[in-house]
């Protein structure tokens, strides 16, 4: 079993920056890890993922903006994010799953959730 657990959520201003950080603890053997986000009344969706080789993909909508990295030794995760929006408001989750991360970042595929961070970002 594995347990997530993201922290580094808060408030910003439109333009800031803020690095989140996942723990992973319990068994751990997951190939693929990833932040998914969502805003009040919307689906949930894909920021980012890596592989355990370091292999990343990244959503359209955060390219060249948030960086996804993670330290296998520490079972930690991160995503920095730059130039944030007022858009990006949102609950951030890390997830996980035993196998290669999938083509699509979907969160069906994902099996191991944390309880999400808040960021909240202002114009």
């Known amino acids: 079993q594995v347990q997530l657990m993201e922290s580094g959520g808060g408030s910003v201003q439109s333009g800031g920056s803020l690095t989140l950080s996942c723990t992973a603890s319990?068994?751990?053997?997951?190939?693929?890890m990833g932040w998914f986000r969502q805003a009040p009344g919307k689906e949930r969706e894909g920021v980012a993922s890596i592989e355990v080789t370091g292999s990343i993909k990244y959503a359209e909508y955060v390219k060249g903006r948030f960086t996804i990295s993670r330290d296998n030794a520490k079972n930690q995760l991160y995503l920095q994010m730059n130039s944030l929006k007022p858009e990006d408001t949102a609950k951030y989750y890390c997830?996980?799953?035993?196998?290669?991360?999938?083509?699509?970042?979907?969160?069906?595929?994902?099996?191991?959730w944390g309880q999400g961070t808040q960021v909240t970002v202002s114009s």
């Open positions: 319990g068994y751990y053997s997951a190939s693929c």
């Open positions: 997830a996980a799953r035993a196998n290669r991360c999938p083509s699509t970042i979907w969160s069906l595929f994902f099996a191991y």
